[in-house]
């Protein structure tokens, strides 16, 4: 069986339905031999591009640097060829580390893993490690669950051939830590919140561009209209993560203290420039939005909403450049607004059915006699209400909202 060692092999995932746009993301960052597959894009390039997708990319979740790959038939051969790894070399015995199993189907996606026990898998990785620093030094690393210093993720796959036993197993190192996703700016949440890159995935669908107007109705907590902002400003998501980083010296992502960048003195260089470059293209967004002639404008109805999203746009220092305000959406209009308007409403968690149809209803007959010229973006996970807004649909798309298969309707507001 044979080890292979990768050297600048990367993989970036994002929620699925948004690979067309990390894609573009990873290629205008220089990465290369860019392989898009369910759920995110395999890349190439030097250690400094990742770090750069980290710090830029809107969609992606997490970006793995790949280490190994072998394949086993059995856990027995898991443990080996595990424990032949130099692990030294990925993180120190002073380190803790964490194993993730991620068990996939063959390529063709006709067959599933053999192997049923997938915690089993994680405690023989997780002894063979253990084993390897003994041998080596006599001592153990810790496992740490939660911050881990080294979080691994071993992906397991059959491959296509029905009668083989074989399985690919791919170790890599999880560079993020926390997941992209939380930008650090919602400091304050709502029922039902979007996840931040999902959100930032559906201002990219609907294209908002810098100089336009923009309108989130049904705002809640605020994030489609702080993702939003950030598009039109082109503010990079990791701008309140650095300022924290900086600020606290906090550990906000954990490639920080990985040994294949703490000790690269040109990659820790490198990173310190590019977190200025972000520190300052974020200060150069915010003036741009501000003195900007676009509209930025939001409504929502429920007051503990609504100061979560004032709270949320303080953190992330743009509460000056959007117009916020307790409005019900069926009802407020904005005087020459041209643009985008992109919402999403109540699944129905806390509304009664009715209340939820006349909801969709008046929203939709706002929408066609006030935003006319207009483009009108809606998210739902509820589809029966699709057909209560009274529009004709320009076009449909499906969007992973977690576990939730939604879909992202566009009108053209005539
Ligand atoms: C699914 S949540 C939006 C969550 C948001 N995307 C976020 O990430 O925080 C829907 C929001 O619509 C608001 N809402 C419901 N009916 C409304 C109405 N008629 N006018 C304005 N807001 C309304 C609710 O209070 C709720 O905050």
């Known amino acids: ?47 400094e591009i990742a770090i750069k997708a980290i710090l830029y990319s809107r969609v992606a979740s997490r970006v793995y640097k790949k280490l190994y790959s072998f394949e086993i038939k059995t856990e027995k051969d898991l443990y080996y060829e595990m424990k032949d790894i130099k692990w030294k070399a990925v993180f120190d015995l002073e380190q803790t580390f964490k194993i993730q199993i991620l068990q996939g189907k063959s390529p063709d996606g006709n067959k599933r893993s053999k192997f049923k026990n997938a915690m089993y898998l994680g405690q023989v990785s997780k002894d063979a490690i253990v084993d390897c620093f003994r041998k080596d030094t006599g001592h153990r690393p810790d496992v740490d669950k939660e911050y881990p210093d080294a979080p691994l993720l071993l992906r397991i796959e059959p491959n296509n051939n029905r009668h083989s036993q074989k399985e690919t197993v791919t170790v890599a190192l999880d560079m993020c830590g926390k997941a992209l996703s939380f930008r650090g700016y919602r400091r304050l949440s709502v029922e039902a919140p979007l996840r931040e890159n999902l959100a930032a995935g559906m201002v990219l669908k609907a294209g908002l561009k810098k100089n336009e107007d ?17 598009i039109k400003g082109d503010i990079p998501p990791s701008y309140i993560k650095v300022r924290e980083y900086h600020q606290y010296e906090s550990k906000e992502w954990s490639f920080l203290d ?37 509209q930025n404008v939001a409504c929502e109805i429920d007051e503990k909403s609504l100061k979560a999203a004032r709270s949320n746009l303080d953190t992330a220092g743009l509460y000056n450049v959007v117009k916020l305000v307790r409005e019900d959406a069926t009802v407020f209009g904005i005087k ?79």
Not at 351 to 356: M, N, V
Not at 360 to 374: A, V
Not at 378 to 402: D, S, V
């Open 1 to 47: 069986m044979s080890l292979i060692k990768y050297k600048n092999q990367f993989f970036a995932s994002c929620p699925p339905g948004l690979e067309p746009f990390l894609k573009s993301e990873l290629e205008s960052l220089g990465a290369k031999s860019l392989e898009e597959t369910t759920g995110g894009i395999h890349f190439e390039s030097f250690p």
């Open 214 to 230: 923009f309108y989130n109705p049904m705002c809640g907590s605020g994030t489609i209209l702080i993702e939003g902002l950030m």
């Open 258 to 294: 990985q040994n294949f960048y703490a000790k690269d003195k040109y990659l820790v260089e490198n990173t310190k420039k590019l977190f200025k470059e972000v520190a300052d293209k974020a200060s150069k967004g915010i003036e741009a939005l501000e003195s900007s002639k676009s």
């Open 336 to 414: 020459d607004f041209k643009g985008k308007v992109i919402a999403n409403p109540p699944y129905g968690e806390r509304l009664k059915q009715e209340e939820l149809e006349s909801l969709y209803r008046d929203f939709g007959e706002k929408l066609k006699n006030s935003f006319k010229g207009s483009e009108a973006y809606i998210l739902t996970a509820n589809f029966p209400m699709i057909k209560k807004i009274q529009l004709k649909t320009a076009e449909r798309m499906i969007i992973h909202n977690g576990n939730l298969e939604s879909r992202l309707v566009r009108y053209n507001l005539y």
